[in-house]
T-cell receptor, first 112, second 109 residues
């Protein structure tokens, strides 16, 4: 079955630590995206990548980093520079030129 | 002002009622308009997408776009308890989506 897998589902980290969220897709989609979801604020775009080895900042990229070394994978690192990292993180993918995104099930990150 | 405004609700309706959801937007560059449904602690799933002004129907769901007023709507007929979820509108500009805050809907049996 094709889809997007995000792991882990829940993640707890101490303040000041970097943490990496995994996102893997087997849909052969070209584009991949990371969104952050906070209560009452909808989804906000962190980073996106249209092709391998290329990515662009979204609206709230500060304190985050990504890589796109393989078409299937788009990991997100939440660095210690991110002031308020506790949130629900969603990864999505789409065919280039398509407007329908497929989302993963999300990772809930809690920083204590 | 946010690019996409959506009343977060919550909205509670009895089973069988019509659910009416809407979003307004300010960016004239938006060309494609989508509605996603998100169940608790899950990722959003695409319900419908439209391009032009007018109505589009899919079963119990109708999406409406009025580009001149920068206003989109989603109607759910004969609502069921399984329709209880958060509904997010989304709009496309340069292959990136901007989302509304989401409206939480509860359909009471």
């Amino acid at each position: 079955d094709g889809g997007i897998t995000q792991s882990p589902k829940y993640l707890f980290r101490k303040e000041g630590q970097n943490v990496t969220l995994s996102c893997e897709q087997n849909l052969n989609h070209d584009a991949m995206y990371w969104y952050r979801q906070d209560p009452g604020q909808g989804l906000r775009l962190i980073y996106y990548s249209q092709i391998v080895n290329d990515f662009q900042k979204g609206d709230i990229a500060e304190g985050y980093s990504v890589s796109r070394e393989k078409k299937e994978s788009f990991p997100l690192t939440v660095t210690s520079a991110q002031k308020n990292p506790t949130a629900f993180y969603l990864c999505a993918s789409s065919m280039r030129g398509s407007y329908g995104y497929t989302f993963g099930s999300g990772t809930r990150l809690t920083v204590v | 002002q946010k690019e996409v405004e959506q009343d977060p609700g919550p909205l509670s309706v009895p089973e069988g009622a019509i659910v009416s959801l809407n979003c307004t937007y300010s960016n004239s560059a938006f060309q494609y308009f989508m509605w996603y449904r998100q169940y608790s602690r899950k990722g959003p799933e695409l319900l419908m997408y439209t391009y032009s002004s007018g109505n589009k129907e899919d079963g119990r769901f109708t999406a409406q776009v009025d580009k001149s007023s920068k206003y989109i709507s989603l109607f759910i007929r004969d609502s069921q308890p399984s329709d209880s979820a958060t509904y997010l509108c989304a709009m496309e500009d340069d292959y990136k989506l901007s989302f509304g805050a989401g409206t939480t809907v509860t359909v009471r049996a």
